[in-house]
């Protein structure tokens, strides 16, 4: 116990010294070398160490980033390290302190080592900068001797990127079709939801005499604003409007400013052949509805079952199919937008 409590006591004070003269090098890096994040958008990173042979007693250390990013979150891996003093974000740093006490020599860790993970958010477009402002780590070399690690720091390459939204073809009018233009809103997605921006709909028009056309992959703007040409549709007036969402049951639109379920035939929408003199229609009050994972037009058991299976893994990224709110993870909330939708969703068809 002795031997533990003196060899505690070298590390703490080495740890917090002002200087540290190099031993063996240590490799200091992230576990994902290379990446991109768009404006926000959120990613967990490792930080490792490689060793070598050498075990790894105690680090003190600040890792300094650039203002385009933000750090979330910060932790340091219990398993490896018994005593954490330190893991927070200060003043632009993530500061990490911890030590191993109580346990011998052959019980620390060695070789290749996860000394902690960050949660980063892209906050601007840019490259992103990483650096060691502090970088005290000690090791031991199995025989009970004080080991200070010179730290090679190896920095990843990340950059921030635009969230790119595709913008509306252009509609001219051909003085003879009439031009639709509209404005939807998905629940449970806010603004700027990173994994939100690509998502184009499906649009069928419905005229009186029953006469339709479907209209197939029309994109919208960062206002979420589509316009498109209603080839096909003979009626400029009374014109009903189905909207559907790549994972969204079909909602029927028929009047400016809607925000409920029009229970009635038939629609009030009016369109023109002049682009100018057409008004962009509001639909934003009555959100398209998630939940339609497998797209048979019913939110039901099945597409709960996908929903629950893949919240539970927790992943993050681009394009998942479970991610209802765009936020670019799985979580309660989508499944939750997907029990909203089954309470009293399903396609609206006339």
């Known amino acids: 116990m002795r031997v533990k409590i003196l060899v505690l006591a070298m590390i703490m004070a080495h740890l917090f010294a002002g200087g540290v003269m190099a031993g063996n090098s240590l490799k200091l890096y992230f576990d994902n070398s290379s990446f991109n994040l768009k404006l926000g958008e959120k990613k967990s990173i490792k930080l490792m160490a490689d060793t070598g042979n050498v075990y790894l007693s105690g680090i003190n250390l600040a890792v300094k980033f650039s203002t385009n990013i933000k750090v979330n979150s910060v932790t340091v891996h219990n398993n490896n390290f018994s005593t954490v003093t330190s893991a927070k974000t200060v003043n632009g740093e993530v500061v990490m302190v911890a030590y191993n006490m109580g346990k011998f020599t052959n019980q620390l860790p060695k070789g290749v080592v996860e000394i902690g993970s960050l949660e980063i958010e892209g906050v601007s477009v840019g490259q992103v900068d990483f650096s060691l402002s502090t970088n005290q780590m000690i090791?031991?070399?199995?025989?009970?001797?004080?080991?200070?690690?010179?730290?090679?720091?190896?920095?990843?390459?990340?950059?921030?990127?635009?969230?790119?939204?595709?913008?509306?073809?252009?509609?001219?009018?051909?003085?003879?079709?009439?031009?639709?233009?509209?404005?939807?809103?998905?629940?449970?997605?806010?603004?700027?939801?990173?994994?939100?921006?690509?998502?184009?709909?499906?649009?069928?028009?419905?005229?009186?005499?029953?006469?339709?056309?479907?209209?197939?992959?029309?994109?919208?703007?960062?206002?979420?604003?589509?316009?498109?040409?209603?080839?096909?549709?003979?009626?400029?007036?009374?014109?009903?409007?189905?909207?559907?969402?790549?994972?969204?049951?079909?909602?029927?639109?028929?009047?400016?400013?809607?925000?409920?379920?029009?229970?009635?035939?038939?629609?009030?929408?009016?369109?023109?052949?002049?682009?100018?003199?057409?008004?962009?229609?509001?639909?934003?009050?009555?959100?398209?509805?998630?939940?339609?994972?497998?797209?048979?037009?019913?939110?039901?058991?099945?597409?709960?079952?996908?929903?629950?299976?893949?919240?539970?893994?927790?992943?993050?990224?681009?394009?998942?199919?479970?991610?209802?709110?765009g936020n670019c993870k799985l979580e309660s909330q989508d499944l939750s937008l997907l029990m909203l939708a089954m309470k009293d969703k399903q396609e609206q068809l006339y």
């Not at 629940?187 to 005229?207: F, K, Q």
């Not at 038939?266 to 959100?287: H, K, M, Q, R």
């Open 139 to 325: 090791g031991n070399d199995g025989a009970n001797n004080i080991d200070y690690f010179g730290v090679n720091f190896v920095k990843p390459t990340v950059s921030v990127e635009a969230v790119t939204i595709p913008t509306p073809t252009g509609i001219i009018g051909n003085g003879k079709d009439g031009v639709l233009k509209f404005k939807v809103a998905f629940a449970g997605v806010t603004n700027g939801a990173a994994c939100a921006v690509n998502w184009p709909v499906d649009v069928m028009v419905l005229e009186n005499n029953g006469n339709s056309k479907t209209y197939s992959g029309i994109d919208l703007n960062n206002e979420r604003e589509g316009q498109m040409l209603l080839t096909g549709i003979n009626s400029k007036n009374n014109l009903a409007v189905f909207i559907k969402g790549p994972k969204h049951v079909q909602v029927k639109y028929a009047e400016n400013n809607q925000n409920n379920f029009y229970n009635k035939p038939g629609g009030n929408i009016i369109v023109d052949s002049n682009p100018e003199n057409t008004v962009v229609y509001n639909f934003t009050g009555y959100p398209l509805m998630a939940g339609d994972i497998n797209r048979d037009g019913v939110v039901d058991g099945v597409d709960f079952s996908i929903v629950k299976s893949e919240v539970n893994k927790r992943t993050e990224g681009n394009d998942l199919a479970s991610d209802l709110n």
